[in-house]
């Protein structure tokens, strides 16, 4: 089974990318972010043409959270992390897939740190922390996947001390990330390549894709059912070269049946 994630940045903006990216990658199962499109104007019609089934969470302007999935039936879990009912933003979607638990994110920016935008990101990621701790504890196969906009150590962001105070990559983001990994989480591409120079992320601005100054932010994280099932992962940084795409580039992973 192959599992995708992808920071479409506007979806029906990027909608030609997008689908000649499922033509091109198939995943059998999808999570995008900020899909900057209000609920009634997700493309659904296209999507299904695809070959996709689609459960989504819009947003007009900002945010939003979808998954796809092709051949297998998604069962909407919930579309909103737990922990804060006047949160409405729209950031998180969780389903089911077969057997598989999908939890698709769009975490936080947090900048500028410190100010409300960081104690809104903190705020977040400890509800995050807690609900991700259950889910692990429940014991299901289960894949944390999408744009946490956290940059997880100085091997993960070209000239990491430029982002010293940056909110992806301050003390408290990063710590989040750790204990992520502590409570059994497995992050799948640093599993696979543990050394290697990975990024998912460039920004549009100083040639900054031209010269692979790029930030890792777009994570797939395993429950420990699922660890000794990774068989492959990888990033498809050729899609961020098309024209009219995302600043980020699909990420993906394949787990043995």
């Given amino acids: 089974m192959k599992i995708a994630t992808y920071n479409v940045n506007g979806i029906n903006g990027r909608l030609p990318v997008l689908l000649r990216w499922l033509q091109e990658a198939q995943p059998d199962i999808v999570c995008l972010q900020e899909l900057k499109a209000p609920q009634e104007k997700f493309p659904l019609q296209a999507i299904e043409a695809a070959g ?6 819009g947003q007009k302007s900002w945010n939003g959270v979808a998954i796809l999935s092709k051949g297998t ?3 909407e879990v919930r579309r ?10 729209s950031r998180y979607l969780e389903a089911e897939a077969g057997t598989l638990v999908v939890a698709c994110l769009y975490l936080p ?26 889910l692990i504890r429940s014991e299901r196969p289960t894949v944390l996947a999408g744009d946490f906009n956290i940059i997880p150590t100085a091997e993960d962001v070209y000239k990491p001390e430029r982002w010293v105070d940056d909110a992806l990559f301050r003390p408290e983001s990063r710590e989040v990330y750790q204990k992520l990994m502590h409570q059994g989480w497995t992050d799948a591409l640093r599993t696979l390549y543990p050394t290697e120079t990975i990024y998912t992320f460039w920004d549009y601005f100083r040639n900054a894709f ?7 932010i777009d994570h797939f994280m395993l429950s420990t059912a699922l660890g000794h099932r990774l068989s492959s992962a990888g990033v498809d940084r050729f899609v961020r070269g098309w024209e009219k795409t995302s600043d980020h580039a699909p990420v993906w992973i394949d787990l043995k049946d």
């Avoid at 031209?210 to 890792?216: D, F, I, P, V, Y």
């Fill in 52 to 57: 996709y089934r689609a459960i989504w969470q």
């Fill in 73 to 75: 039936d998604l069962t």
């Fill in 80 to 89: 909103s992390l737990p922990g804060d009912d006047e949160d409405l933003n």
């Fill in 109 to 134: 920016n947090g900048n500028p740190a410190p100010g409300p935008k960081f104690d809104y990101k903190l705020r977040w990621m400890e509800r995050f922390l807690a609900h991700a701790q259950g």
């Fill in 210 to 216: 031209e010269r692979n100054a790029g930030l890792r």
